[in-house]
Structure formats: structure tokens, C-alpha cells
């Protein structure tokens, strides 16, 4: 790895690496097409189901590289994060396979689906308020008295190297596109997503979406500078935090733009796909459909890859389900 301004920015070469070490421990995930929605759009759509990873979301792969990456003496005092879900069960899923403590910080209101992934996994939860301050402080609490090495769930290089290696099989499993659609949070598969095709098809667009009500990314983008919301409130739970310095630098250099979607557009997005795609995926794995659907001109006649984070969802609480 190079080091630039103080960061450590994951090469391509890290990526080819990262595949090597987690090949053993995750799934080449396959790519899905639906006529309907490709007749929906104008576009030629392939969908790239890292829902169907064990841990149900694309995160394993970061998580993994990590935690295989780490020397004896590092993992026997094992590793500790903070998340909003899926990087938690991730990182506590690839803790399992090394057979090394995991502990995570996660918001109150995380989903219990994704609670008890973690759980499943081995993982020890402490819960905190549903903001970036009460994570952050809760976690720093929690990592001094643990001494686990510290897996950040996106700003991370050793994740980002990991999150490249899903575009690497994408284009492997495609005949070329034109542009590829990732969701935007912390920005963690989207600097994985730049990191990729920055070297290997540096002619593919990279467009990243989000939602309206957390659109820190996207006024960032706009603005030329990070900006971060402290505690937004979205249906898409697993984009709530904001880019930091290393995501930010992938993102101002490699993305082509940021579409958002509001919350009911989400929602139709994700029913789409669940009844034309078959497949479980999150609110958060909807927005890409979402912002397609919305702003068709950008998209038509295109083949556009679209990657479907995670299906880790509590079917009990479907947010097109009315309660009493």
C-alpha cells in the first residue's frame, strides 16, 4: 500500500490480493437479469446478488480480508467495530471462521434481523443512540477495554481492498458495461467500486445513490468538501453514516455523479425487484433501482451493472406491511 498525505490508499494490487485471501471464505455471488425491468427502464440491468453471501451482505468481503490479514499476536486479542448492521455481522462472521473474539458497537434501533446475525456469529453487542456521536463515543469505550483491533466498517483500506473485489467478479461475469450503480453511505463499496475500475475498466461510469433523507454524500459531492450528518432517518438504515476522508478521496476522484431517491421511491424500487427479481434485499439494495427509475434519460439504451448490498431484512416489519 501507498501512503499519500498521511492516508493509506488500497492499490489494485491489494485487491488481487484481498481476492486470494478471502476466496475460502465467501461466495462469488451471481449476477441476476429481469426483461421486466429492463423494459422498466430502457437499460439492459445485471444485478449482482451479495445478498446471497452466508452473512447476507456484501460487507464479508472487507470484514474478511481484514481479519485473515491480521498476524497471530494482533488476532488473539481479536477485533472490534462499530455498525449500523451488516458490517457487524460480517465482521463477526469472518471473527467465527478465524475462530477470534468480535465485538460491536450498534445503534439501538439497528433491525433485530440484524442483531441476531450477529449474534448467531458469536459476536458481543453493546448498544448505543442511533447517531454518529453516540457510536463513536460508545466505541471507543468499548475497543480500551477489549484492545481489539479496529475494523472500520468503511474507512478502512484493508475493507475497501475487500469491497473491490465484488466489481472484479462483476466484470468478470458480464460482457462489458457502460456504468455501474452502487448505494452510497459511508462509501465503502463505492471506493471499493473506483478502486476497481479505476484500473480495470476505467471507461465504466460509477454513479452512486442515496437517499433524499440522508444525502450528506451527495451535498459533499455537490459542495467539493465532506459534509456529515450527525443523525439523518431513512427506511434505508444501512446508509445512515457519512463519508470520511478516506471514501471521500475515491469518491471526488472516480465517481461520475449522485442521483437520490425519496423514501416512497425506495420502497416501490425494493417491491419491484423483490417480485420481478426474486430476490431478498434491503431498502438499502433498492435505492440504486430507485434513482435508475427515476432519472431514466441517464440510464437508457445503457447496460448498467447494479449491485444488491444485502438481504438482511426483518420480514416482520416490511415497510410496505401497514401496522395496526
Same mark, same amino acid.
Not at 257 to 280: C, G, N, Q, Y
Given at each position: 500500500?501507498?501512503?499519500?498525505?498521511?492516508?493509506?490508499?488500497?492499490?489494485?494490487?491489494?485487491?488481487?490480493?484481498?481476492?486470494? @485471501?478471502?476466496?475460502?471464505?465467501?461466495? @462469488?455471488?451471481?449476477?441476476?437479469?429481469?426483461?421486466?425491468?429492463?423494459?422498466?427502464?430502457?437499460?439492459?440491468? +445485471?444485478?449482482?446478488?451479495?445478498?446471497?453471501?452466508?452473512? $447476507?451482505? +456484501?460487507?464479508?468481503?472487507?470484514?474478511?480480508?481484514?481479519?485473515?490479514?491480521?498476524?497471530?499476536?494482533? !488476532? /488473539?486479542?481479536?477485533?472490534?467495530?462499530?455498525?449500523? $448492521?451488516?458490517?457487524?455481522?460480517?465482521?463477526?462472521?469472518? /471473527?467465527?471462521?478465524?475462530?477470534?473474539?468480535?465485538?460491536?458497537?450498534?445503534?439501538?434501533?439497528?433491525?433485530?434481523?440484524?442483531?441476531?446475525?450477529? @449474534?448467531?456469529?458469536? $459476536?458481543?453487542?453493546?448498544?448505543?443512540?442511533?447517531?454518529?456521536?453516540?457510536?463513536?463515543?460508545?466505541?471507543?469505550?468499548?475497543? !480500551?477495554?477489549?484492545?481489539?483491533?479496529?475494523?472500520?466498517?468503511?474507512?478502512?483500506?484493508?475493507?475497501? %481492498?475487500?469491497?473491490?473485489?465484488?466489481?472484479?467478479?462483476?466484470?468478470?461475469?458480464?460482457?462489458?458495461?457502460?456504468?455501474?450503480?452502487?448505494?452510497?453511505?459511508?462509501?465503502?463499496?463505492?471506493?471499493?467500486?473506483?478502486?476497481?475500475?479505476?484500473?480495470?475498466?476505467?471507461?465504466?461510469?460509477?454513479?452512486?445513490?442515496?437517499?433524499?433523507?440522508?444525502?450528506?454524500?451527495?451535498?459533499?459531492?455537490?459542495?467539493?468538501?465532506?459534509? %456529515?450528518?450527525?443523525?439523518?432517518?431513512?427506511?434505508?438504515?444501512?446508509?445512515?453514516?457519512?463519508?470520511?476522508?478516506?471514501?471521500?478521496?475515491?469518491?471526488?476522484?472516480?465517481?461520475?455523479?449522485? +442521483?437520490?431517491?425519496?423514501?416512497?421511491?425506495?420502497?416501490?424500487?425494493?417491491?419491484?425487484?423483490?417480485?420481478?427479481?426474486?430476490?431478498?434485499?434491503?431498502?438499502?439494495?433498492?435505492?440504486?433501482?430507485?434513482?435508475?427509475?427515476?432519472?431514466?434519460?441517464?440510464?437508457?439504451?445503457? @447496460?448498467? $451493472?447494479?449491485?444488491?448490498?444485502?438481504?438482511?431484512?426483518?420480514?416482520?416489519?416490511?415497510?410496505?406491511?401497514?401496522?395496526?
Amino acid at each position: 500500500m501507498k501512503d499519500m498525505s498521511d492516508m493509506i490508499i488500497p492499490t489494485y494490487q491489494d485487491m488481487l490480493d484481498a481476492h486470494d @485471501r478471502i476466496a475460502p471464505h465467501i461466495r @462469488r455471488t451471481p449476477v441476476r437479469t429481469s426483461d421486466y425491468l429492463n423494459e422498466l427502464t430502457g437499460a439492459q440491468l +445485471f444485478f449482482k446478488c451479495e445478498n446471497f453471501q452466508e452473512p $447476507g451482505a +456484501f460487507k464479508v468481503r472487507g470484514a474478511t480480508n481484514a481479519v485473515f490479514g491480521l498476524d497471530d499476536a494482533q !488476532a /488473539a486479542k481479536g477485533v472490534a467495530t462499530h455498525s449500523s $448492521g451488516n458490517h457487524a455481522s460480517c465482521l463477526s462472521y469472518a /471473527a467465527m471462521r478465524r475462530g477470534i473474539p468480535c465485538n460491536v458497537v450498534m445503534p439501538r434501533t439497528a433491525p433485530q434481523a440484524k442483531k441476531d446475525t450477529v @449474534r448467531r456469529y458469536g $459476536g458481543q453487542i453493546t448498544e448505543c443512540e442511533p447517531s454518529t456521536t453516540s457510536r463513536e463515543e460508545t466505541f471507543a469505550k468499548v475497543q !480500551a477495554e477489549t484492545g481489539g483491533d479496529f475494523v472500520h466498517p468503511y474507512n478502512d483500506p484493508r475493507v475497501i %481492498a475487500g469491497q473491490g473485489t465484488c466489481s472484479r467478479e462483476f466484470m468478470e461475469q458480464t460482457d462489458g458495461l457502460d456504468m455501474m450503480v452502487a448505494p452510497i453511505g459511508g462509501g465503502g463499496m463505492i471506493s471499493g467500486t473506483c478502486l476497481t475500475l479505476s484500473t480495470l475498466a476505467p471507461e465504466v461510469e460509477i454513479i452512486a445513490a442515496e437517499p433524499e433523507q440522508a444525502d450528506d454524500a451527495y451535498r459533499s459531492f455537490k459542495a467539493g468538501h465532506i459534509i %456529515a450528518d450527525d443523525a439523518p432517518k431513512t427506511i434505508a438504515d444501512g446508509l445512515l453514516v457519512p463519508l470520511k476522508e478516506l471514501t471521500w478521496h475515491f469518491v471526488s476522484n472516480h465517481v461520475t455523479d449522485i +442521483f437520490t431517491a425519496s423514501e416512497d421511491e425506495i420502497i416501490d424500487a425494493m417491491k419491484l425487484t423483490w417480485k420481478h427479481l426474486r430476490v431478498v434485499m434491503e431498502p438499502s439494495c433498492a435505492v440504486p433501482l430507485a434513482i435508475i427509475l427515476k432519472n431514466k434519460e441517464r440510464f437508457a439504451g445503457k @447496460r448498467v $451493472g447494479v449491485i444488491i448490498t444485502g438481504g438482511n431484512v426483518d420480514l416482520d416489519t416490511l415497510p410496505w406491511i401497514k401496522g395496526d
